[in-house]
């Protein structure tokens, strides 16, 4: 079992920014595709962005688009978001996921390892 721990999260006024941080051993940082979902209160999970292994390719949900970052450090085995312009509507919990073997990055399902999850909570 793949452990990963997300950090950053916290309680911030609209229009700020947060980053959270996902370490991950070295083994699934190396060799799995890593996304960002959260889940706001009563909603289902929802993709917000993705990167591949060597940081070529990102993508992003619509609703965030402009506004979130995602990266990776290779040297400290970390995938971080970066958030800025936050809304209410970004109020959520945020997992960190390691994709594995050719998966769909917007697809939950095709996830196999994840976070614990860190509470984001913006407000108005």
């Known amino acids: 079992q793949e452990r990963m721990v997300e950090s950053g999260g916290g309680s911030v006024e609209a229009g700020g920014s947060l980053r959270l941080s996902c370490s991950a051993s070295?083994?699934?940082?190396?060799?799995?595709?890593m996304g960002w979902f959260r889940q706001p209160p009563g909603k289902e999970r929802e993709f917000v962005a993705y990167i591949n292994r060597i940081s070529s390719v990102t993508d992003y949900a619509e609703s965030v688009k402009g506004r979130f970052t995602i990266s990776r450090d290779t040297y400290k085995n970390t995938v971080y978001l970066y958030m800025s312009n936050l809304k209410p509507e970004d109020t959520a919990v945020y997992y960190c996921?390691?994709?594995?073997?050719?998966?769909?990055?917007?697809?939950?399902?095709?996830?196999?390892?994840w976070g614990q999850g860190t509470q984001v909570t913006v407000s108005s």
């Open positions: 996921a390691a994709l594995v073997g050719l998966g769909h990055y917007e697809s939950s399902s095709d996830y196999r390892y």
């Open positions: 070295a083994h699934t940082f190396n060799n799995y595709r």
